[in-house]
């Protein structure tokens, strides 16, 4: 069976050409995320594997004819990818969190600690889950899709959890009076 044939039976709801996309794809998706996870993934490879083929069960009709296998490929490869993220706990201590320096002089400098204490301060008093959300998007750069994804909550509730540190910075950093 081709992989335009594997295709057609899949947009129409045929279970036969799933089975034998998993029975021709298997073997490769499988080296693609093992080669991606290492030795420490084997475990979760299965769940990624079975992932990455429910995708293109569920998307078979956007995939062109010729397509499938690139498909498989970046499917498995971005499955892998957003379960490293996932699971790499968040390396940075709350306490290394540091504000671009503010000048030269002494005076600076000191304004500059006390507000670096203070963003640490505010940061510390956040619910757990948005302390995250917050150190992911501010620190780590990741969009709130991502996060999303990562943590498994809708993007709007990441947008949330950001409008509400932002304000829970603005109370902590009003309160004092820093030039």
Known sequence: ??????????KDGNQEGLEQMIARYSRYIRAIILNMLGDSGAADAEEL???TFLAAWNHAENIQPGKLKAYLCVTARNRAKDFLRSRRPLAMDIDELELPDGGDTL????IRQERARLVRKAIRGMKPRDREIFLRYYYYLQST???SKIMGVPP???????SRGREQLKKTLGKEDLR
Do not use: A, H, P
Request: charged share 35%; aromatic share 0%.
């Open 145 to 147: 899709d991502q996060i």
């Open 49 to 51: 594997i079975s992932d």
């Open 156 to 162: 709007g509730t990441v947008r949330s959890c950001l």
């Open 107 to 110: 005076d600076e400098e000191m």
């Open 1 to 10: 069976m081709t992989d335009g044939q594997i295709l057609k039976r899949m």
